[in-house]
């Protein structure tokens, strides 16, 4: 299986970004064509050989290559020994490649799909995977797990509001509505830090 990692942005000069590039990848650099010959895409190499701008290997069991589609498409074609490298790759250079473009504020979509190469000039799509911002791990983190802590303490307070809006049983219901709600937020935060930056999913 191999994963292909895209990175939808504008990385600025193609020519900066790909002298970037090969200084990040350092003494990891290695030849373009016997990279290509390690991977699946080997039986399209006359295709595939003039498009690739760089590669590199990591402890020669993960092998990497880099596409430029238009200025605003980074392709990485990342073969391993199995899907957990692969996997492991595509997080570290979700996280470094951003970082080289010229302006690094640029708005990314980050994805990934885990392939799994077929006996015909087909390859099957097996796993996707897809970049999550620290927002959408806090909505999520907060529709998944904490939802209900809030709900009942908020028809407490609908009710005491309407029909006790001047007894104790609306203060306290006040006080318990919003300690609830700090009490959400902050482990929510702290939770949504800590959680997978990555969602997978199979195909």
């Known amino acids: 299986m191999y994963l292909e990692l895209r990175i939808i942005g504008d990385y600025g000069s193609k020519t900066d970004f790909i002298k970037e590039l090969k200084n990040e990848i350092g003494s990891n650099a290695a030849a373009i064509a016997s990279t290509l010959a390690k991977t699946s895409l080997q039986r399209y190499a006359s295709i595939v ?9 990591i402890l ?16 990485v074609h990342i073969a391993g020994r199995i899907v ?19 302006d690094t504020e640029t708005k990314l979509k980050i994805s990934a799909v885990i392939y799994a190469p077929g006996s015909a000039d087909f390859d099957t799509p097996v796993i996707k995977g897809e970049q999550m911002s620290f927002w959408k791990r806090l909505f999520d983190t907060f529709a998944e797990r904490w939802l209900t802590r809030v709900v009942t303490p908020a028809i407490i307070f609908s009710g005491a509001a309407a029909f006790l809006p001047n007894s104790s049983l609306f203060q306290s219901a006040s006080i318990g509505l919003a300690a609830a709600v700090v009490s959400v937020v902050i482990e929510g935060i702290i939770f949504a830090r800590k959680a997978e930056e990555w969602e997978w999913k199979e195909v």
């Not at 498009?51 to 590199?56: C, Q």
């Open 49 to 57: 050989l003039p498009k690739v701008v760089a590669a590199e290997q």
């Open 60 to 75: 020669h069991t993960t092998h990497i290559l880099y596409f430029l589609e238009g200025r605003d498409t980074i392709v």
């Open 84 to 102: 957990a490298d692969t996997k492991v790759q595509a997080k570290r250079l979700a996280r470094r490649l951003p970082k080289l473009f010229a």
